[in-house]
Each structure stands twice: as structure tokens, then as C-alpha cells.
């Protein structure tokens, strides 16, 4: 017999590892630029992160971008491969 509970377990760690990869952007950001963002402001979608903050808090996280970068595809093993 089809057991569901299984079954469902498949999505909940798919759920925890985009609430990793949201967190350790929101917390690379702050460790490099020093400013907090939400998680739930954060969309990761195929390998890339999308920021939805204010422009001006945009501009300096793309000025820091390459170092974030750096720092996020050691602490996600490349699952994070930009930043937009």
C-alpha cells in the first residue's frame, strides 16, 4: 500500500533546503555589506537569487556582488551561482 507520509516527506525537505539557501544569502549579505534582508524577500529559482528590497539597497549589495558571490558558493556548494 501507497504510504502518503512518504511521500510528503519528499517536499518537506525540499521546503528546508530553500529556507537554507534563502538564510545563508540573507546572512552572507550581512555579513559583507551589513545590511539585513528578510529571507522572504529572497526567490531562489534554477541556481539564482532574486532580491526584492529597495534599489538602493540593491546598488550596494551588486557593488559588494562578486565577493557575496565568492562567499555563497562555498557555504552552498554551488547551489547559488548569482545574484540579481
Known amino acids: 500500500m501507497f504510504d502518503i507520509s512518504k511521500y510528503l ?3 518537506k525537505k525540499i521546503s528546508q ?3 537554507f539557501l534563502k538564510n545563508s544569502v540573507a ?3 550581512k555579513e559583507i555589506c ?3 534582508i528578510n ?3 529572497i526567490d531562489i529559482k534554477s541556481g539564482i537569487a532574486r532580491i526584492k528590497e529597495k534599489t538602493i539597497i540593491k546598488s550596494e549589495i ?3 556582488k562578486i565577493k557575496i558571490l565568492e562567499n555563497l ?4 556548494k554551488g ?3 548569482d545574484i540579481l
Not at 558558493?73 to 552552498?76: G, R, S
Open 34 to 36: 551589513n545590511i539585513e
Open 79 to 81: 547551489k547559488i551561482t
Open 9 to 11: 516527506d519528499k517536499f
Open 62 to 64: 551588486f557593488l559588494k
Open 27 to 29: 546572512e552572507t549579505i
Open 17 to 19: 533546503s530553500r529556507n
Open 73 to 76: 558558493i562555498k557555504k552552498t
Open 39 to 41: 529571507p522572504e524577500n
